[in-house]
């Protein structure tokens, strides 16, 4: 595997090795780090999205990983 493909899969691996809020799906750290070791010029966040708008994609992610079991 070259080079930057196994850093790329290291920053992976580490962010799903996390927990609870750690593994939250707005992860910019993981984003921007990636970003970096590719060389990708990205813009810089205008902010969080609004409340209803963050909370749903947060209700997605853990219906993604909890499946049935989410409420």
Known sequence: MCQ???Q?????ELWSSQQSHDRCWYYP???A???EIV???VDQ???LPPLH????GCCR?????FGDEFH
């Open 4 to 6: 930057i493909c196994e």
């Open 8 to 12: 790329v899969k290291q920053e992976v």
């Open 29 to 31: 750290d993981v984003f």
């Open 33 to 35: 780090k990636i970003a």
């Open 39 to 41: 060389g990708a010029k």
């Open 45 to 47: 966040p205008k902010g």
């Open 53 to 56: 708008e963050f909370k749903d």
């Open 61 to 65: 992610f853990q219906k993604s990983e």
